[in-house]
């Protein structure tokens, strides 16, 4: 059965023969939260325009291979029509506003689909309420702070109700505070509205809570694509990336190595504090 | 070295931005400045570099006042790395780059030429000293601002939020390089977020909240409560959190994932 | 003014721009630059018009010094300066009293201008303040170097044309992203956009319009 994306044999360069994607195969389910990982120019970017159909559709260049994305073959199809499916956030999130205020950045992705403006009106303010900007609607885009752009440019891809969410390094502007707001967003957006979302993001703490999948890419070519702990722990025992191991999963690992012990999967410091002070208990009790 | 009496800013149509703030750094220290966005963090280094004006208050260099001083003179002294690299740069080659500053100070074409390949080789970019910025990586051109800074001899080198966008193993090339010219005698003080860089490289921090100075002291203090590091929008390190709670098994409280594992892994084998 | 429907006053403009050409006479053109100054005033906009409208003037007084230097000719001097200044208060009338976004509007659904001219204007207008902030943090990244202008005016020119290139160089990649962006959204599909502006003529703009039509009819016949 065809998985919800796919990329079977993929490859891509913006100029033959300089490959920026060399080969790869890729499965994401319906639903599921992934995460493109990897160092600079691994080609993370382009993984992501190749879902939204930009490549080859936007950048010309030379593919080999497909892109299958809810069924259709990106190829085959144009942008406008992925667009209906496909809502994408990029790392350039300033030059994505287009409008003048808040509320009219919110419509225009609306508008051009032709949805009538009473509907547009609804839409506008439920999505301004889902990123925290009520309040914020004739607000100019340009007196917002780079965090509440990053949320706006949110909200515009929200507000089309796209079946796939696709970001890039949406939290470059961002706080702690405000990373963690995101990304519980979307941890929610995907549980109950089954949103499929596959982001970029170098801070791995901050996406593990929620991630389903992790999609490691080094020099163009896909590493590992599997669960987050089967991909760290690749990341761990191949010396690949390791700088992007979180603490949490350096403790693990290194507390494997250091004991014979095997730790449940931790996702968050919680999980980590659970686990031990149990373990640690019964040694405890064992000895008194 | 530099010292900020009861420094009271605002931009206009704003309530105080930096309300009633004192700061003394001594040469040869390592400071973060944390808190939320728009706490204040980059117009607290912005007062500091003249770029802004104090409505009052004092703002000390080295004993001397500052009220007329301009960017310009503050750069014979300190070296300013905004956050965006792409404002930062405006010639044709990273070596024309990396010599505007000194040439602008007055230096000569040989001290010029020196300082701009010693900045270059501790940024790691010699090789590319030809290369055209515009085509260079973000984090190459993050280094290049960063070189451009060093090759007019501060003593004291400001960054803004240095690591935001970089990929994990390039915050690691910057937290070496950063501790690297602190151990020079380069004074830093750094705006950032990252508190797991801020542990591994600063000597004391300060905290802003709402424009208000609200702590002051070394890093281990700072993570001292977390309640405060929670109201002021910071987190403490994982190693910590995690440590903390499992004092109840006798797990003491750390900074560093190594300890803390080595330290487990002793209370594992003892049971 | 804010309430007249933006078709009205991109009439308007048209309107007034034949009536500055076929007016020769100075006291003529100045009572036409005299009303649309009332109507500026009197709709209240942003201090900031008034800055570009005394730009406007030193413009024109520069004008109609370089048209006296080549005709010695004070009287069609004047008159030279007094269209420019008519035909361009009505465009100050225009941006100052309208939405872009309804302008734009008004264009598309009622002018039939194709979408993407229209979305051109907004979108210039939004970036305008963003290139504004650019220029000055590339000059405030300039003077961290320790550079400070001189007094020479061509060296001062010349050190600010150091902070064109990076910024044309931003516009063209933001450009770039833009186009992207904009095919990512879905624009472009012109057959099924929807607009939420309120462009309709009421009354009002009726009556107006009926109002400027008679004018005109009547300058033209009087002048001929």
């Known amino acids: 059965m065809m998985s919800y994306i796919a990329l079977r044999d993929f490859s891509y360069a913006y100029t033959h023969p300089k490959k920026v994607l060399d080969n790869i195969n890729i499965s994401i389910e319906k639903g599921s939260f992934s995460v493109i990982l990897g160092p600079s120019a691994a080609g993370k970017t382009t993984l992501c325009l190749a879902i939204a159909g930009a490549v080859p559709h936007y950048f010309g260049g030379s593919s080999a291979g497909d892109v299958f994305v809810a069924g259709m073959n990106t190829q085959g199809s144009t942008m406008q029509h992925l667009a209906l499916t496909v809502g994408t956030v990029l790392q350039d999130y300033e030059t994505q506003l287009v409008t003048m205020t808040v509320e009219e950045e919110v419509a225009f992705s609306l508008e051009n689909m032709g949805i009538n403006p009473n509907e547009v009106a609804i839409s506008v303010k439920e999505t301004l309420l889902k990123v925290g900007l009520t309040g914020y609607e004739k607000v100019l885009v340009t007196s917002l702070s780079g965090g509440q752009k990053q949320r706006l440019v949110l909200a515009s891809v929200l507000a089309t109700n796209p079946k796939i969410l696709v970001l890039d390094e949406p939290t470059s502007a961002l706080d702690p505070e405000g990373t963690e707001s995101l990304y519980r967003l979307l941890g929610q957006l995907n549980k109950e509205q089954g949103i499929t979302v596959l982001v970029v993001e170098h801070d791995i703490a901050s996406v593990l809570p929620h991630a389903h999948q992790f999609i490691l890419l080094e020099n163009g070519k896909l590493l590992a694509s599997n669960t987050p702990e089967n991909v760290l722990t690749f990341m761990a025992s191949n010396q690949v990336y390791m700088e992007a191991i979180p603490p949490l999963w350096q403790l693990k690992l290194a507390l494997e190595c250091d004991t014979n012990y095997q730790f449940e999967p931790w996702r968050r410091e919680q999980d980590a504090i659970a686990e031990l002070h149990h373990r640690l208990q019964e040694g405890a009790n064992k000895n008194a | ?271 | 003014m804010f309430t007249i429907a933006p078709l009205t006053k991109l009439i308007l403009t048209v309107f007034v721009t034949i009536w500055a050409i076929l007016l020769q006479s100075i006291p003529a053109l100045t009572l036409l630059i005299t009303c649309q100054i009332i109507i500026l005033v009197s709709t209240r906009v942003d201090i900031i018009v008034y800055k570009g409208i005394a730009s406007l003037f030193i413009f024109a007084a520069l004008l109609a010094g370089m048209q006296y230097l080549i005709n010695h000719d004070t009287i069609l001097a004047v008159v030279t300066a007094s269209k420019m200044i008519a035909m361009t208060l009505v465009f100050f009338i225009l941006l100052a009293t309208t939405r872009m976004q309804d302008l734009s509007a008004a264009l598309v659904l009622q002018c039939h201008v194709p979408y993407e001219y229209a979305f051109m204007l907004t979108a210039a207008l939004r970036f305008i303040p963003d290139l504004l902030a650019e220029s000055k943090a590339i000059q405030e990244a300039q003077a961290c170097r320790g550079y400070s202008p001189q007094g020479n005016l061509i060296r001062r020119f010349f050190s600010y044309m150091a902070i064109i290139k990076p910024l044309v160089l931003k516009a063209v990649t933001r450009s770039e992203t833009m186009a992207l962006s904009l095919e990512l959204r879905g624009f472009g599909n012109r057959k099924v956009r929807s607009f939420g502006n309120k462009i309709t003529l009421n009354a009002r703009d009726y009556a107006l319009l009926i109002c400027m039509v008679t004018l005109t009819s009547y300058l033209i016949i009087h002048i001929n």
Request: charged share 20%; with cysteine; net charge positive.
């Open chain 2, 1 to 271: 070295m530099l010292e900020l009496r009861k420094v009271h800013f605002a931009y206009k149509n704003q309530s105080h931005v930096i309300h009633d703030v004192s700061l003394t750094v001594t040469p040869g220290e390592f400071l973060a400045i944390v808190g939320r966005n728009g706490s204040g963090k980059t117009t607290l280094t912005r007062l500091i570099m003249s770029l802004i004006k104090p409505l009052r208050g004092d703002i000390l260099f080295q004993g001397n006042i500052i009220p007329h001083c301009t960017p310009a003179k503050m750069a014979h002294h300190i070296g300013y790395v905004f956050q965006n690299p792409d404002r930062q740069i405006f010639h044709d080659t990273v070596t024309a780059e990396a010599s505007y500053g000194p040439k602008q100070l007055g230096y000569t074409p040989e001290q010029t030429a020196t300082f701009v390949n010693d900045a270059l080789a501790v940024t790691g970019l010699s090789e590319l000293a030809n290369a055209y910025p515009l085509t260079l990586s973000k984090n190459q051109k993050q280094r290049l601002t960063i070189a451009s800074a060093l090759a007019m001899q501060p003593k004291m080198l400001i960054l803004d939020e240095p690591t935001s966008g970089q990929d994990a193993r390039q915050r690691d090339q910057l937290l070496q390089l950063l501790i690297k010219l602190n151990k020079q005698g380069t004074t830093i003080l750094l705006v950032t977020h990252d508190m797991d860089l801020l542990s591994a490289c600063a000597h004391r921090a300060i905290v802003m909240a709402k424009g208000h100075k609200v702590f002051d002291g070394t890093v281990a203090e700072l993570f001292q409560d977390v309640l405060q590091l929670n109201n002021w929008g910071l987190t403490e390190p994982a190693a910590l959190k995690i440590s903390r709670q499992l004092a109840a098994v006798d797990v003491k409280p750390t900074t560093s994932i190594s300890e803390l594992s080595h330290h487990v892994a002793t209370l594992f084998r003892r049971g």
